[in-house]
């Protein structure tokens, strides 16, 4: 049993940064993976970004060179650094966890059994 809490998000202008944390507990915190998702208004939810167990990171392009994910093993935490944000970044993010390694490429929902609450995450000027 893996039990997530996020943090962070809010309202922010374009070009703006945010920071989100996702803090893991109820399981060796080095073992897991944990992947960042995201659903914007009328859309479907999509895998952003996934950082393994092992480190191995991932970045859908839509976020590549503007986010950046870390792990924080002494704090059982991952962190999502979102940088020059855009109007259509604005939706409802979320971290799952994965205690089995997930496949290669774009995080998928089915592969990540726990998820945090998620916190909205809104760019407008």
């Known amino acids: 049993e893996v039990q997530l809490v996020q943090s962070g998000g809010g309202l922010v202008q374009p070009g703006g940064s945010l920071r989100l944390s996702c803090a893991a507990s109820g399981s060796t915190f080095d073992e897991i993976s944990i992947a960042w998702f995201r659903q914007a208004p009328g859309k479907e939810r999509e895998g952003i970004s996934k950082i393994s167990s092992d480190s191995t990171i991932y970045y859908a392009d839509s976020v590549k060179g503007r986010f950046t994910v870390s792990r924080d093993n002494a704090k059982n935490t991952v962190y999502l650094q979102m940088n020059s944000l855009e109007s259509a970044d604005t939706a409802v993010y979320y971290c799952?966890?994965?205690?089995?390694?997930?496949?290669?490429?774009?995080?998928?929902?089915?592969?990540?059994?726990?998820w945090g609450q998620g916190t909205q995450v809104t760019v407008s000027s």
């Open positions: 799952a966890a994965a205690t089995q390694p997930s496949g290669p490429g774009r995080p998928r929902e089915y592969e990540y059994y726990y």
